[in-house]
C-alpha cells in the first residue's frame, strides 16, 4: 500500500489536472449527465439515514471476530482477530462513495448487481436501498465478516441480496455464470494487480452495452494502479472515469472512440 505522503502527492496531481466537478470542457453527454445529475447530486435521500444509523451501531460495536484475509491484507492491522468496530472503522467504504454508489444505481436502474467485497454489508445496503426491486449479489471471502453482514441485512429489512462466502477465485466464475447479465459491479477486494485484472475478465462477457463496472482503491498501491492502467487499455473499454479512488469503466458502443475522464470528487 502507497504511504498517506504518497498518496496525498498523487491527489495533488490529480486535483491539478482533472476537470472541475461542474462538468465545464466534458464532450460527451452521458460523463457531463453523469457529473451534473448523480456525481454533484446534493439531495439527501432518507437511505442514507438507515446506512449511517447501521454504520455508527457497528463502529460502537467490541465484539471480536477473526479474519481470513485472501487479499492484500489490511493497512492497519496485522493480525486476524479484529473487533467489528475496527474493521467499520478501517475496512467499511465511507459514506461519500457509498452514497455516490446508491446515486448510480439509482439513476441508471440496473437489475443484476454484482459486488467484489461485502464487508460488513455497509455498501451492499446502499446498493440494495438504491433499487429494491435489483437482485443484488454480493461475494465475502471472510466468513465471519459475511455472518455480521447477513445479520446487518436482516437488521434492515433488505430482501434483495444474496450472499456467497469464499474466496473470489473460487466463487466468481460459478456466481456470474449463474446471472442472466451483470448490469453494474462494484470490485472493492482482494487489491492486487493479477487478481484486479482477471476478475474484470471473467465478468467482461457478461457485460451488457449498458453495463457499468467500478473499481475500488484504484490508487491503493503500485499494483493497483498498473491493474487500472491495464483495464483502460482494455479494447472492450470504451470510457474511463477517473474520481482518484474509484475508477468507473464502461462499454457503451456509443462511445465510437476510447475516451478517458479524470474528474474531481
Not at 504511504?3 to 453527454?29: D, E, M, Q, V, W
Not at 433499487?131 to 429489512?157: C, M, Q, R, S, Y
Request: proline fraction near 3%.
Amino acid at each position: 500500500m502507497y504511504s498517506s505522503f504518497t498518496i496525498a502527492r498523487k491527489y495533488l496531481h490529480y486535483y491539478f489536472t482533472s476537470l472541475n466537478s461542474k462538468g465545464h470542457g466534458t464532450h460527451s453527454p452521458f460523463v457531463f449527465d453523469f457529473i451534473t445529475k448523480v456525481l454533484n447530486d446534493k439531495t439527501v435521500y432518507p437511505e442514507y439515514s438507515a446506512v449511517e444509523s447501521l454504520r455508527k451501531r457497528l463502529l460502537r460495536d467490541k465484539t471480536v471476530i477473526n479474519i481470513e484475509d485472501f487479499g492484500a491484507g489490511s493497512s492497519v492491522s496485522k493480525t486476524n482477530s479484529r473487533t467489528i468496530a475496527s474493521v467499520a472503522k478501517h475496512a467499511a467504504k465511507l459514506p461519500k462513495p457509498g452514497q455516490l454508489l446508491f446515486r448510480m444505481v439509482k439513476k441508471y436502474q440496473p437489475k443484476n448487481i454484482l459486488e467484489l467485497g461485502t464487508s460488513l454489508g455497509i455498501t451492499t445496503s446502499y446498493l440494495s436501498l438504491a433499487k429494491p426491486d435489483a437482485t443484488v449479489t454480493t461475494i465475502e471471502g471472510a466468513n465471519a465478516i459475511a455472518g455480521v453482514a447477513t445479520k446487518n441485512f436482516e437488521d434492515l429489512g433488505l430482501k434483495n441480496i444474496h450472499l456467497t462466502e469464499g474466496n473470489f477465485d473460487n466463487s466468481l466464475p460459478s456466481v456470474v455464470s449463474n446471472l442472466s447479465s451483470v448490469d453494474f459491479v462494484f470490485i472493492d477486494g482482494n487489491h492486487r494487480q493479477e487478481p484486479t485484472e482477471r476478475y474484470f475478465s471473467e465478468i467482461l462477457p457478461f457485460l451488457q452495452n449498458d453495463s457499468i463496472v467500478v473499481f475500488d482503491d484504484i490508487r491503493w498501491s503500485r499494483e493497483m494502479e498498473a491493474a487500472w492502467a491495464h483495464i483502460k487499455d482494455h479494447e472492450k473499454v470504451r470510457c474511463t472515469i477517473d474520481l482518484f479512488f474509484l475508477g468507473i469503466v464502461l462499454i457503451k458502443d456509443e462511445f465510437r472512440e476510447k475516451q478517458n475522464f479524470s474528474v474531481r470528487f
